[in-house]
Nanobody, 122 residues
Framework: QVQLRDSGGGLVQSGGSLRLSCSVS?????????IAWFRQAPGNTRELVSC?????TTYGDSVKGRFTTSRDSAALVSLQMNSLKPEDTAVYYC?????????????????WGQGTQVTVTP
């Protein structure tokens, strides 16, 4: 079993920065697991933000060049968000399927954090 806890959201002005954290715990924590970040704005489906695996990182088109995901340890993955825009406003979730490769479909992830709200004002 794996438990994820995401944190670090908040209210920020356009152009500002936030850093989200995803803490991974449980009996089978491994740095072999790919960890993804998704976001969901009201009325929208969950959208891939980024994913990190042993093979590297991948980003959604809307955040490339502005967001960076990193793995600080087997139990901690971060998402640094710079140059934030109002359209980045959403609930952000970290997720994993305990797989070694990144998956872009949220339905393929069995384990989710509780979500952290990011609000970017104009």
């Amino acid at each position: 079993q794996v438990q994820l806890r995401d944190s670090g959201g908040g209210l920020v002005q356009s152009g500002g920065s936030l850093r989200l954290s995803c803490s991974v715990s449980g009996s089978t924590v491994s740095d072999m697991y790919a960890i993804a970040w998704f976001r969901q704005a009201p009325g929208n489906t969950r959208e891939l933000v980024s994913c990190i695996s042993m093979r590297g990182t991948t980003y959604g088109d809307s955040v490339k060049g502005r967001f960076t995901t990193s793995r600080d340890s087997a139990a901690l993955v971060s998402l640094q968000m710079n140059s934030l825009k109002p359209e980045d406003t959403a609930v952000y979730y970290c997720a994993t399927d305990r797989a070694a490769i990144c998956k872009t479909d949220p339905d393929e992830h069995a384990y989710w954090g509780q979500g952290t709200q990011v609000t970017v004002t104009p």
